[in-house]
């Protein structure tokens, strides 16, 4: 079981990114597919994700309008396209899997069966 998160670097304020988080192992159909991220400092904190059943998705409040997440099963890959960065969304982002449809406002509670290892963000100028 593999989740590979890749797409992280650096950029300016107000600057995009796109992540993508590509499983392999599991049967990628049937679980949800969370972001998350932590910054310096501070703890883990669910931002995104994906049920990939039925195609709901969720993302918390700081995000929304700015941050869109998506799912290509034929590649098993989700993909988290950022845009409008900002300073404080400089963190490491992590994709994680668990199993059926757990895509709500209770991302940041749910068990995940698989993390990946996680990639860099910053946001700087």
């Known amino acids: 079981v593999q989740l590979v998160e890749s797409g992280g670097g650096s950029v300016q304020p107000g600057g995009s990114l796109t992540l993508s988080c590509t499983a392999s192992?599991?049967?990628?159909?049937?679980?949800?597919i969370t972001w998350y991220r932590q910054a310096p400092g501070k703890e883990r904190e669910g931002i995104s994700c994906?049920?990939?059943?039925?195609?709901?998705?969720y993302s918390i409040n700081s995000v929304v309008g700015r941050f869109a997440v998506s799912s290509d099963k034929a590649k098993k890959t989700v993909t988290l396209q950022m845009n409008a960065l900002r300073t404080e969304d400089t963190a490491v982002y992590y994709c994680?899997?668990?199993?059926?449809?757990?895509?709500?406002?209770?991302?940041?509670?749910?068990?995940?069966?698989?993390w990946g290892k996680g990639t860099l963000v910053t946001v700087s100028s």
């Open positions: 994680a899997a668990t199993k059926g449809n757990f895509c709500s406002w209770r991302l940041q509670y749910y068990h995940q069966d698989y």
């Open positions: 192992g599991f049967p990628f159909d049937d679980y949800t």
């Open positions: 994906i049920a990939n059943d039925d195609g709901s998705t």
